[in-house]
């Protein structure tokens, strides 16, 4: 009888702990970094782009407005850095899938409220000047994974 108690009172603590394990991986959700963009090119940026031989980038550089004990770390524009994406774009795809890698997470706590902003933008890589004229998206990165933006690009 000793045994049988022994053995179920051990059942029971294994199965209570599993699920305490598991229900403290459930209560904190892991902070999420991606999000997806829409591009879209007039065929006048398309074909300058084809004919640098050189596909555009789209830059997301990550900040937000620093905790009181961090302001004198804080950037000329008075912000906390949280890092910067970029990715290389087809002018034919007109989703881009941003995975938040530059995201620098060891950061967001030094951010109010740990609010982040993302800045994007798009470009040509071409060694000359810009040969894009794009709009620029400035948001809530929480506000950019509800709604993906779209960013309009023409030749410069």
């Known amino acids: 009888m000793t045994i049988v108690t022994d053995m179920t009172r ?4 294994a199965a209570a702990c599993t699920l ?9 959700p892991k902070f999420k970094t991606d999000y997806a963009v829409n591009v879209t090119f007039t ?7 084809k004919a640098d031989g050189q596909p555009a980038q789209l830059e997301a550089y990550y900040y937000g407005a620093p905790i009181d004990a961090v302001k004198e770390k804080a950037n000329e524009q008075g912000q906390v850095e949280l890092g910067l994406d970029q990715v290389s774009i087809d002018p034919s795809t007109p989703t881009v899938t941003v995975k938040g890698d530059g995201f620098d997470l060891a950061h967001r706590d030094k951010v109010v409220d740990g609010k982040v902003t993302v800045e994007l933008r798009v470009y040509s890589q071409a060694a000359a000047p810009n040969d894009l004229k794009c709009t620029t998206v400035t948001a ?6 509800a709604k993906s933006p779209t960013i309009s690009c023409d030749a410069a």
């Not at 809530?140 to 994974?145: E, K, T, V």
């Open 140 to 145: 809530a990165l929480s506000d950019i994974q």
């Open 20 to 28: 305490f394990a598991a229900l403290a991986a459930c209560s904190a």
């Open 10 to 13: 051990t059942i029971r603590l």
């Open 43 to 49: 065929p006048a940026a398309a074909a300058k782009l």
